[in-house]
């Protein structure tokens, strides 16, 4: 009895500093926000809602969010899916190598994609040029439109689609495939009623974080849909922020609870999806059955190895093109290449060579932090079932869904004046850019894990319980062995994702706490594109080998581990 | 001998320390100075280690981005009592002035203003222009026209092919759309045919010599030095100051009332226009607020700039107005 109070005790503890945790990085800032909405300067009115919900603008943005995030979801859904498949179930050759270039565009910061591609398309596009094909001056980008921001973001985020889905092929159990085919089912029969729909809850995982990330990403809209006129709700708000001043800062409160909206429904789509039917698979075999593609495995290769070339080494070449210029619009030659904007950024720019620092030590410190937060918390969420953390799980979704820069200025008007008791300020400092980073990709960290946990059968931790182990212990001894994959999958995510991220720290950053994305975003701002591309450049080679370099301790690490790793 | 060493050397120490604790003392800046600009990320941190080598003593952090967000930032560390900022050097005096009436800004009365135009800093010296940044047509070289006015932007040769910065973003903008908007000869109607005519407007000056350089749009309204500089490096770009004339900003340096060095501020103030500092922006491309060192090297000698008379209070008054009305007409 005195034992049983005791594990009581403790599990009360666990799960209200889990709550306490994700309330101050989830709720509150909404909460800062929301007040602003209907108290706009601190009394109560409804007239933000009324001016924005009257404004024309308003809804043109909205549809234009709706559009291009389903545009861009259903895009790389298609992409990620069909990749997904032949690589985790056929017997294409290099597997190792195409998946590691297929992950590579996650990456990439979505402003330094879309620098990429316009440098492929533009009226001096080297590259276009070289083939005698390039427009003519003043002639309108393509890339400026709708379909370019809806093919990016397919581009974009085609990994998350594809990372989730082969996670959960992983646990695929042989036993039906087999089944199935000795009984004579052809293999597009096994897998349209046998795989498909046993990998639902992985897909509309991914399907669901992909939604978000299409609907709050800023990077791609602004470069491609600003100079078109073409405004999705992240920029709109952007503009209004950035234009006009936190005079508007109630407006725009408002409106980033439409796009919290828009991506609620979503996710509540999703849990009604899952909710209806038992996904849980118990298997024994842990390597799926490889499917032969004989006479067809070249072609099928020629296609795979042709998209990823399309998609992620034309733009870089294009990339590394204007990295090496001169200055912007003079002609690539032998005799006008120069590393000059590379020596600049590395020794004579005293803010980029801080912005490495910056950017390695939040990316870190999130991933760890936030790995650490999400296994105890989805534990609650799936297997104990607690009600309340379930709710949160929504409430943790806004600050992904939300576009970074109403983040941001819920985290200035949170952080502006001292912490309450201790008397510290964090806004000025990285701590605060931290504090952004740690709510808003939450999130990104929670997801493989809570689909993992979906997808782990329970009896393990319970006999571990009946054996009267206590929860800490089979936290760290049984628990966090099982979904280790998906939780060291979700780090890497997140420091794939902080490490470039530019939206929150555009508006957070301040002299020394200069992250990557900013110092990119302000050399391409002031004209400095060929700065911006080489220092571009260098962190897609620091990136790159970092991966590189895991792939040697890969051995080491259970399988699933690392997503670039077949 | 070694007594004789010994005595020199401490004589020589002895001197150097002297002079160590007067120049300290002539400096006297030190400790932590936050600068809020809107200079492009080169120039910025070319003028904070400028300012550096004469002030040794002073640790400068630098927030640096369009003038408009700058003034948003303020605005909510004002709102929410904190300002950060101890000096500004933003990009127009529009802003300076509706910070001054706002009671924001910390008067110099002492800054050294020998041989700057007397129009160029506020009678009350509480902001003093520290440069002049005249906005013209930047063009493509490969372009098939040459406009000569901003009068002939509005031609149909030149549908779609024109890039603005969007005084959203940019100080400069906001007034040259203040000053612009205010003519009988261009006024509003000049931006409705721009827009009729499928004009673009960017971000902010950058994003315009980017889309000029690149050729997306073979003309651009732009600042004077960044289309000069480009050039300087090999740009494909050519610059024409305009016959109506040119709206122009000062690029203000100002001390926020709410300073917490305002030794710093002020020697920051001081740097900026001195001789120094104006040299230094000379060689960046600006034109200086003190002609007397000497004009940037693209200028074109013995050429008078033609500028566009702006009337600063005037164009506080309208600001907002003419921002919402740029916004509903441009879309940004």
Known sequence: MAQRSGEQIEERALLWALVLAAMLLSLLPLLRLLLEAVAPGGTLSGRAFESVLRNPATWTATGHSIVTAFGGTLLATVIGVAVGLVVALTDVRARSAYVFLFVLPLLLAPQVVALAWLQLFGPSSTLLKMIGMAPALGSRNPLYSPTGIVLLLGVQYAPLVFLTLRAGLRTLPNELVEAALAGGARPFTVLRTIVLPLMTPPLVAGIALCFVSCLGNFGIPAFLGIPGGYLVLPTLIYQRLAGLGPSVLSDVAVLSMLIGVIAVTGLALQDVMLGRRDFRIVTTSTTPRTWHLRRWRLPVEIALWSLSVLVLVVPLAALLLTSLVPAIGVALTAASATLDNYRFVLFEHAAARRAFRNSFGLSIAAALLIAALAVPLAYFMVWRRTRLLRWLNLIAELPYALPGVVLAIAAILLFLKPLPVIGVTIYN????????????????????????????????????????ARLLRRLRTVILPLVAPAAAAGALLIFLTAFNELTISALLWSSGSETLGVTVFSFQQGGDTPYAAALAMLTVVVSVSLMLATMLVAGRLPRGVLPWRD | MTTWAVRALRIVLG???????????????????????????RDASQTVAGFKQANPGVDVEVFR??????????????????????????????SMEALKRDGRLLAYPNANVSGLAPGSFDADKTYFGSKLITTGIAVNTSAKNRPKSWADLEKPDYKGQIAMPSPLYSGAAAIMLGTMTMRSDLGWQFFEKLKAEDAIAVRGNGAVLTAVANGEKPYGVLVDFMAFNA?????????????????????????????????????????????????????????PARASVGMPSWFPQGTRINIMPTNISAVVQSNSANLKRFADLFGN
């Open chain 1, 429 to 468: 400092t990285v701590w605060i850019i931290l504090f952004g980073y740690l709510a808003r990709f939450l999130v990104l960290g929670l997801r493989p894990v809570v689909s993992g946990y979906h997808q782990l059968d329970r009896t393990l931790e319970e006999a571990a319980q009946i054996a009267g």
């Open chain 2, 15 to 41: 001197c150097a320390m002297a002079l160590t604790a007067a120049t300290a003392a002539a400096q006297g800046a030190k400790g932590k100075l936050v600068l809020y600009t809107s200079q492009p990320e």
């Open chain 2, 65 to 94: 981005s369009g003038t408009t967000e700058v003034m948003g930032k303020l605005a909510a560390e004002f709102s929410a009592g904190q300002p950060k900022a101890d000096v500004l050097l933003i990009a127009d005096a529009a």
């Open chain 2, 231 to 287: 050039k300087a490096k090999g740009s494909p770009v050519d610059f024409v100051f305009p016959a109506e004339g040119s709206p122009a900003v000062t690029e203000p340096v100002a001390i926020l009332k709410t300073t917490q060095n305002a030794d710093a501020a002020r020697a920051f103030v001081d740097f900026i226009l001195s001789d120094a500092g104006q040299k230094l922006a000379a060689s960046m491309g600006y034109i």
